[in-house]
């Protein structure tokens, strides 16, 4: 049962163009829903976060917007770059009083390309 | 502020032999997570520690995955026997109590081949 899905496994993109990463969720108490980097052999890094009570953040060229309606949210690079080139995972979080608990979709790989 | 420190990097073993990874969070913080992360999915959450004390292992393997955190710090998750679907990569992570939208912490992780 995966509760957080990414469909695309792989984007690619030109530099300076817009980069537009989708995720589906189907539990309606996540509480807030996060989108992470990584890159080959490190951790995930956390970029973005949104709570589930508002529909759109935007910090510097990345915007994460949410539909609730439909359980959809997305992430927008403008512009792109080749550093963004990565796999860029969604996660959702249900909180309790330790932390949050993630779960993650599947990924997509992002190449941008020069 | 130092990161999420994890050890071994690597780890090649033979099915049915047992191994252990060690995780140390970053100062001061109280809650600790385990992720594994198969190849081409996504990290799936193993348990979640607040101190030494475990507040959801659900989805943590118990005949064969344990987990502890004794004195509240450094944590050890061990698999015993390791079955070949156990290779991955596992995954520390820290945070402080009751953040929702900030997002924890990871380490470098451990990458399991099991043969």
């Known amino acids: 049962d995966q509760q957080v899905k990414q469909n695309s496994p792989s984007l690619s993109v030109q530099e300076g163009r817009i980069s537009i990463l989708n995720c589906d969720y189907t539990n309606s108490m996540f509480d807030y829903f996060l989108w992470y980097k990584k890159y080959p052999a490190e951790g995930p890094t956390f970029l973005i976060s949104i709570s589930s009570i508002k529909d759109k953040n935007e910090d510097g060229r990345f915007t994460v917007f949410l539909n609730k309606s439909a359980k959809h949210l997305s992430l927008h690079i403008v512009p792109s770059q080749p550093g963004d080139s990565a796999v860029y995972f969604c996660?959702?979080?249900?909180?309790?009083?330790?932390?949050?608990?993630?779960?993650f979709g599947g990924g997509t790989r992002l190449m941008v390309k020069p | 502020e130092a990161g999420v420190a994890q050890s071994p990097r690597y780890k090649i073993i033979e099915k049915r032999q047992s191994v252990a990874f060690w995780c140390n969070p970053i100062?001061?913080?109280?809650?600790l997570y385990w992720y594994q992360q198969i190849l081409g999915q996504g990290p799936k959450l193993l348990i979640q520690f607040q101190n030494n004390g475990v507040v959801d292992d659900s989805q943590l393997p118990k005949d064969r995955f344990s987990a502890e955190r004794l004195k509240g710090v450094d944590s050890t998750l061990k698999i015993q026997p390791a079955k070949l679907e156990d290779s991955a990569v596992y995954l520390c992570?820290?945070?402080?109590?009751?953040?929702?939208?900030?997002?924890?912490?990871f380490g470098s992780g451990t990458r399991l081949t099991v043969v």
């Open positions: 100062s001061g913080h109280a809650t």
């Open positions: 992570a820290s945070s402080y109590p009751g953040q929702g939208d900030y997002g924890y912490t």
């Open positions: 996660a959702a979080s249900l909180t309790n009083n330790a932390g949050n608990m993630l779960t």
